[in-house]
Structure formats: structure tokens, C-alpha cells
């Protein structure tokens, strides 16, 4: 299946995957109105290593997820390999968060978690980092399967 | 085709019944339910007296579950024996069920000690099941003054759902501070302090002495009125099916990596278990869901003649209450390092020995923790890590450029 | 002297966001953001108008805006020549500027005009009918002899075979990034045509695209050795740059670092000076020396190219290339760019490339030595139209660099000097080349070069040409406006309604 993966080569740290993240969630249409004097917890992070590389992480929708697996509510899924959150049945208890590997599940502001599910339930249509990462840095593609 | 029964159904049910069809689709599933409802996640009942959630959100799993995965379901039945050797078991309704393997996903009771005159209260329940909190639900008025025995988990998040419904909650318990479980004295501190603020009263250290209808003497002399009761002290794992059949049990059922017990084509999963915690090295009880699932998945897995261990098993805990959160995983073990930073509302506590991390505390920090559970799951080195970064916060930027190569530039 | 700054940042606040973007990708650390007041601030006064935060913006809340504050109105003392004074005063410097000159002296091309085909001789569709832009550049034999079977018995010099007539033109490697050198390779090698190493050698990672590949020999020559010379499709030898005529570069050494210094063979950090002569060129004799040295190293393989800036008597120093043994002849126009030059000499040496192109073309005919080189036109070709009205006038194909740097990002800032670059392209630093990430940066050159092709293609068929080899030195097609009887005569064109 097709994942986001990241360039670090041509990362710059420059966070507009995370602020296009956090608007295309938003399900609002104009970025200002959407983020505009607001924290923003976006369901991407920008790291830094101690060599000044930067890279973005997201959900690794990975083959055995272990978030599916320790959900206390059955909030979580994975339908066509895209791993998902019901929000509905969300109840904010962030096992998911503490059992990430790769602290890719984030809690939302609101006490609730979230996290990638590749822009397929907003209007984006493809991940919006990607769309909108000025050096290619971000790509949404196939790689083929863990083992 | 083979028949596979599962005794209980629990989210460690759910998980044996995905684990067998991901390597069986053909085999018969019979599943032996004690409650009237599909399988629904315990721990959300809190929520339920929160008004998260309602009934039908918390069930586990969609409506056709169990027609989706070809699984009969026999509702208000429990089994009364396994006989191993004849790879059957009996109900209570008299039937006999043969099978070729087996799953106990039985769960664990509420453990209620002997106190003094509990026969006197009359508005008295556990908080387990979808019963127990609906019977609680019924019981409770604005107005009611609520004691709570027992500063657990359950308790607490109990508390925290009536919260909004009643006049006053107080929380006693034998052990001198909250969540004695998980969290040592200073994090206790910490959380009692953000409870008592939103409102909760608590009465520690001290156990009842007796109970004289709505009211109650502790041993410590303080006496409190109250109008419902609510024994939340803790649970035992149901291990008696196995017991009795002659299958090696002591605080739970023994299992293996494999969700194996010691009798022929019985496997058993969840909260009735005792397993291997690798952050303690000891074998334990650790009723948790997120274990209870990935041993139900594990033991269904290999009844279904596939392979599959579950050999990283640690204690874990999230939990939070009235917005501050907390989360606990691993052990802290004897002549550990501790790593410390804390302010008035947040506290990290690292532990560390013979360079790995053993477990954790932390209050109001809640992001990306799971970089941290897994270190201690992974037995990861710590001076394979920069460890001086991954204190300050968890980030894979301190795992090193291989592990991020490999976990970012690949599938996982 | 404190002057208030050329630019003002005008931060649209209702539409801020405070994604701090543009205080993350400012090199010349203009944005902050203050943590109190949790707003972001600027100081205008670092501000090269260089538009990276404007493009980055996610919420468009920026514009960069000249200021109006200026010094008293004087149409002799503008405000920019008094405030140089004032420059100068204080530091006792040489001025020192990049890319070409913005000064308002006359662009020829916009004072030219094309013909079209009507009613006789009618228009070509590009779209229906095959239109050829493929030039060969390189000496053309004056006879061609055949041998009884029909094949060809003279023997021709070496060419470069181009499949449109325009080429990226030197930039060295130190005086842009490696990513920009990366993104011109691999887009040479893309669309079948060359780009230049400039002096600044070749870096071993890129001789994997030699065949599209220009060496130059420079007066310092930087980074020159056997292979380099047999690493390329055509050596340039550079006596003269449009930007900086009479004069030799000048590389800092605190560009002259890592890769850079390797690939130039001088040591780490010291300054890469060309001298303003090559010491051992001082006619053209000496020049037919180098040239053939050069031919004679690479075993005549490889057409020689000689690059000269457009000075006053231009054609006559071009007549005695064309006699000197070189290939192609590139004219370089007083407004090419440059990584820095002098102000003074950037913005008056030198004479419009438009009236050194004809002159020499002219020449060369009238010698009857036209044939004997190729003509490469560069300094300031910056359209299809452009480029069009350059073969036209007598070139056999177009340099272009600036053009380049736009489609790689450049925004003309004009500060190429400082070496901060915020689009990766003039600098060495490791944060700031990474910006140019070279799968984009060669798309959009092959993007911009495809579109000036199918342009010339429609040009060309307007006029009802279908070969660009039939458009070179047609001065019939081209009108002038506004032009004098002298600019007229030289550009070898008739005034438009004429």
C-alpha cells in the first residue's frame, strides 16, 4: 500500500507539513480562520537530530499495529491497511499514545487522540503534507511490505 | 474442521477469535458468554457514568462481528468444568461442548474482603460490568453522598464518573496513598492533590472497621455517612475451570509465551492469567486490556495451529483524571536510577538499570510516551540511544539514524 | 550612517498564523517571533526582498514593499547613488553587486520586433507539420566533397549537437551550490543540450553527465586537469564575462570550502582569485596557442569554445577568434549575471549584447569567415522571443544562466554575494543548499525549456520557417521601433513599417 515516507535529505525544518496538517483536519476552509491564535496539534511532528537533521513523522500504519491492538474501546482500525480512529467511540483514555512506538499518536488539544489516517477523511483527498512540502521532502508511495 | 471454544467474552475473547481466523477461516468458534452483552470494553464504564460514551458505543467491536467471523455465541452460559483429557467442557445448563482447543478468557472477579457488617448496607455494588454500572446508575441521586472502597484504578476512574451525578464522593483504601498499583508515593501525591481539588475526599491508610447501615467506622476512628457504597478493594483472577481441571495455576492461571497453560489444547488469555513481566523479570497478574487482547490474539493464533508468542509483556497504565493525565509502564526495580524533573502539576520519573529502561512515571506529559514503552519493550540499550535527549523528550531523533532509516524509510 | 531600509516587510497580522515559516527559512534573520507579545517581529533592515517568506507563507500574510521613505528628490544625486557615497565613506570598499545589471539602459530585444507569414508564403503549424530546432555548433566546411558512394569524404571539425539552440551558461561550482549543479546536469542531460562548469572544476559526482557537459578553462584554471578536459563534450577557454568585463573572478574563501575546494584544487578557505589576463594570452596568437594546446590534449575530440565579453570593438576581437583555431565564438552582453562583481564595472563596462551580436556577425561575413565558428549569444536572453531575435541577428544558439537560476528557484534578489542564499542556488551553506532539492530543480529547467521550444516552434512557423537553421542571420524578419538610423545599421535591421 501506498505510506508517506520522508526525505530527511531534503527536509528543511520548516513545519509547513505540520501547519498544513493541522488546517486540512480542521475541516474548515480558509487556514487563517483554522489556525489563527490557536495551538495546533498536528497529527505530523517535525524532529531534529543533534546533526541538525530534520524529518517529519507520522502513523507508519504499520502491518501488526499495536494501537489497534491495545485500544480500550475498539476505537481503532485498520481497514485496507489504513489505520484509523473512530472518533465517535474515542473516550480519551490515550493507551494508543502510550504505546506507539513511534509517538505517532498524538492527543488532540481536546483530551481525545488522533493521528495520520492520510488526509482520507477530509477533504484533501492525498496528504496534505505532502501536497504541500515546499522540497519534495514528504512522498506518499509504495515500498513494498514489512515482513 | 476443527472446533475451537472460548470460555468468557472479553476484549481477550475478541482477540483469540481474530487470531484464529487470521490463520483459520473455516474452524467453528463457539464463544461462552456469562453477560448478555457482545463483547464491550470493562474499562468503559467510567465513561459511561461520564456520559462519554453510551452502550451501544461501547461495544468492542461492530455489529456483525461475530456473524463476520463465523462465531456462535452462547449468552448467559458459563462452564462449570473443562475436562481435559476427554477435550471437553460442561456448562451450567448441563450441555457438553467438545473441542479441540481451547481459550479461557474468564476474567477476574471483584474481590470483596470480610468487613463488619456489610450485610447492613443496602445500596452496596461492584463496579465490573455493564450490570454493575447500570444498577449503580439507577442507585445514584444528585444528592447522594457516595463512599468508594478502594483508591485503585477502578475506584478512582468510578469516582471520576460520578462525579457530575452525585453530592459527594469519599475514597478510602488500606494503602496509604491513591493508585498504590502503578504509582509510588511523590506521583500519588501528586495525583491525590489534583483529586481533592476537583472535589474527591479521601480517607487512606486506614480499612473499615464495621458498617452500621449508612454509616461507617474505619479503623482509624473516622466515621463517614454515606448513602451508596461502592467496593471497588480489587480482583481475582477466575482460574477455578483450569484448577479444578488439574492445570497449574497460583495467583492466575499459569501461561506461556504461547497463551499456553499446562493442560493439553487449553490455552488461556486475559486478566485470569499470570504471565511474565520483562521489566520486573517475575511472573504476575497484570490485568490489562491492551495484554489481555495480544494474548487473546497470541493463543488464538496457535490454537488455530499457527505461530505466534507474546513475549514482551509489561505492565502499562493510562489513566487520567479530571484532565490530568498519567502514564505509568515497566517497573521500577530494586537499586534502579531514577531520572526526575517535575513542577506543580507534571512529574517524569524515569527508571533505568543495567542500561535499559525498566519502567516509568509520568503525570501531565502525555506526548509520544509510547517512544519510551518501547524502550522498555525492546529491551533497547540505553547507551545504544542518546538517552540525555530521549529524558528531556521522547523523540526517535535519539534512537539513531539506522532505527529511523528503518522504521520511516520502510514498511513496519 | 543609519539609513532607513530599503524594504519594508508588511505582515498582514489578521492573517498570521505564527507558523514562525518565515523566520525558519529567513538566512538573513529577519523574522522572530516574541514569545510576550506572541507576535511575530522583523527587522527590515537585514530584508534583501529575496521573497522566500512571501512564497512560504501558508497564509499569504506577507508582502515585501519598497520603502517610499527617501532622501530628498534630486534627479542628478539619486537616493541610491547618495547613500553609496555615504557606503563608501564609511568603509573605503569597492562596491560589490551580483547577478546582471538592473540599470536602465536600453534593452534591444524589447525594441525588435518579429515577422509573421500572411496570405503568401503562409504560416507553418507547429502542431501538424515537423519543425526542426536541432543547430550544430562547431566550424562548418566551406566545400563538401563525396566520394563515388555518396558519403561524405570531407572531413568535419567536432560538433555539439543541441536539440533546441539555447544552453545554460557557466556557473561555477562555488559560486553556486552543488544541488544548482546537480539540477543544470541532469536537465542538460534530460533535454539533449549543455550546461557550463564554469571555473570552477567539475565535481566527480557529475561526470556522469559529460556528455552535456562544458568545461571551462579560466584564467585561474581552477579545478583544470586531464580528465576534466576529456570529462566534457566541448571546452570553453573564458577570457571575458558579460557581467564583469577586464576583470577576473573572485571566489571568498569562505565559499571555498569542502567539495569546493577539491573540485577547484585550491586549499580549504583560501580565496579563489582569477587574474583579469590569462598571463600567457596577450594576442591572438597567444590565444591559437591555447586553443590548440587544448585541442591537442583531448586529441581534437572536442570543439573549442572561446567566451569574451561584448566590448567596443567586439567584431574586430571576434574576427581574430574565428581566425585563432576556436570552434564557437560566446559573446557575453554587458547585462550578464554574476555571482558579485564590482558595482562600477557591472553597471558600465561593456556594450549591449544586441549590437555586439550583429556587429560580429556582420563582420564575420564580411571576412567570409563566418563559417569558421559558430556564434553562442549570452548576457541577458531571457525569452523564447528573445531567443529567436538572437538567431535571427546571427547566433547559432543562446547561453542563458539567469533564466535558469529563476526557473531553479531565484528570485533575483541580488545578493548572491553574501553567500545566504535562500533558495540553495548561490550558496555553499549545507542548511541553505538543501533547499534546492535537484528532482524539482531539474524538472522545472527541462518544464522551462520545454516551453520555450514549443514557443520558438510557433514563432518560427508564423514566419513560416520551418528550420531554425534557416532563421540564423535572417535580419529580413526582424523590424525595429523607436530605433535611430544608427542603432538601425547596426543591428543590420529596417525600422518597422519600412
Partial sequence: MKRIYVKEEWCLGCHLCEYNCAFANSGMTDMVKALRGKTIYPRIQVEQDENGVTYAVSCRHCTDPVCVKSCIAGALSKKDGVIEIDHSKCVGCLTCVLVCPYGAVIEDGSGVAQKCELCMKNSCGAPACVKGCPNGAIVYEERGEAE | ?412 | MNFYPEFEVVRNDSRCIRCRVCERQCANEVHWYDADGKVMLSDESKCVNCQRCVTLCPTRALKIVKSDCRLRENANYSDQTIKEIYRQAETGGVLLSSMGNPNPLPVYWDKILINASQVTNPPIDPLREPMETRVFLGKKPEHIARNADGSLDTKLAPQLSLSMPVMFSAMSYGSISYNAHASLARAASALGIYYNTGEGGLHEDFYQYGKNTIVQVASGRFGVHKDYLEAGAAIEIKMGQGAKPGIGGHLPGTKAVGDVSKTRMIPEGSDAISPAPHHDIYSIEDLRQLVYSLKEATEYRLPVIVKVAAVHNIAAIASGIARSGADIIAIDGFRGGTGAAPTRIRDNVGIPIELALAAVDKRLRDEGIRNNVSIICGGSVRSAADVVKAIALGADACYIATAACLAMGCHLCRSCHTGKCNWGIATQRPDLVKRLNPDIGSQRLINLMDAWRHEIKELMGGMGINSIEALRGNRLMLRGVGLTEKELEILGISHAGE
Fill in chain 2, 1 to 412: 474442521m476443527k472446533h475451537y471454544v472460548i470460555i468468557g467474552n472479553g476484549v481477550a475473547a475478541a482477540g483469540c477469535i481474530e487470531g484464529i481466523r487470521s490463520v483459520d477461516s473455516e474452524g467453528s468458534i463457539t464463544v461462552i458468554s456469562a453477560e448478555n452483552h457482545p463483547v464491550y470494553c470493562r474499562p468503559l464504564i467510567s465513561y459511561y457514568l461520564e456520559k462519554k460514551t453510551d452502550l451501544q458505543r461501547m461495544n468492542y467491536r461492530s455489529e456483525s462481528f461475530y456473524k463476520d467471523h463465523g462465531v456462535t455465541v452462547l449468552y448467559g452460559k458459563t462452564a462449570d468444568r473443562i475436562d481435559a483429557d476427554a477435550r471437553q467442557i460442561t456448562l451450567n445448563s448441563g450441555e457438553v461442548l467438545p473441542y479441540d482447543a481451547l481459550c479461557c478468557c474468564t476474567g477476574s472477579s471483584p474481590f470483596v474482603p470480610p468487613m463488619q457488617g456489610l450485610d447492613t448496607v443496602q445500596s452496596k455494588f461492584s463496579f465490573m460490568t455493564i450490570d454493575d454500572t447500570l444498577a449503580l446508575e439507577n442507585a445514584v441521586m444528585p444528592d447522594s453522598r457516595v463512599l468508594i472502597i478502594g483508591a485503585g484504578l477502578i475506584g478512582l476512574k468510578c469516582a471520576e464518573g460520578l462525579h457530575n451525578r452525585v453530592k459527594s464522593i469519599t475514597v478510602c483504601d488500606l494503602a496509604p496513598r491513591v493508585l498504590s498499583s502503578i504509582l509510588d508515593d511523590r506521583c500519588a501525591a501528586l495525583m491525590q492533590k489534583h483529586l481533592e481539588k476537583n472535589g474527591i475526599s479521601f480517607i487512606l491508610g486506614t480499612s473499615a472497621k464495621e458498617f452500621q447501615g449508612n454509616h461507617v467506622i474505619m479503623q482509624n476512628g473516622a466515621e463517614v455517612d454515606f448513602d451508596v457504597l461502592v467496593l471497588a478493594v480489587g480482583v481475582r483472577a477466575n482460574t477455578a475451570l483450569v484448577k479444578n481441571a488439574g492445570g497449574s495455576v497460583s495467583r492466575g492461571i499459569a501461561v506461556d509465551d504461547a497463551c499456553r497453560t499446562s493442560l493439553a489444547d487449553v490455552y488461556a488469555a486475559g486478566d485470569c492469567t499470570e504471565y511474565h513481566d520483562i521489566s520486573s523479570d517475575t511472573v504476575k497478574v497484570m490485568a490489562l486490556m491492551p495484554n489481555a487482547y495480544m494474548q487473546g490474539h497470541t493463543a488464538g493464533v496457535n490454537m488455530a495451529g499457527g505461530q505466534a508468542v507474546f513475549d514482551n509483556a509489561i505492565p502499562m497504565n493510562s489513566i487520567g483524571f479530571f484532565g490530568l493525565h498519567c502514564h505509568t509502564a515497566g517497573s521500577q526495580r530494586e537499586g534502579c536510577e531514577m531520572y526526575e524533573e517535575s513542577d506543580e502539576s507534571h512529574i517524569k520519573r524515569l527508571f533505568v538499570k543495567d542500561d535499559r529502561l525498566t519502567g516509568f512515571m509520568l503525570i501531565g506529559h502525555m506526548h509520544r510516551t509510547g517512544i519510551y514503552t518501547a524502550l522498555i519493550r525492546n529491551r533497547t540499550p540505553l547507551s545504544s540511544v542518546d538517552f540525555a535527549r530521549l529524558k528531556i523528550e521522547p523523540q526517535l531523533a535519539a534512537m539513531g539514524s539506522a532505527y529511523r532509516d528503518k522504521v520511516l524509510k520502510g514498511a513496519v
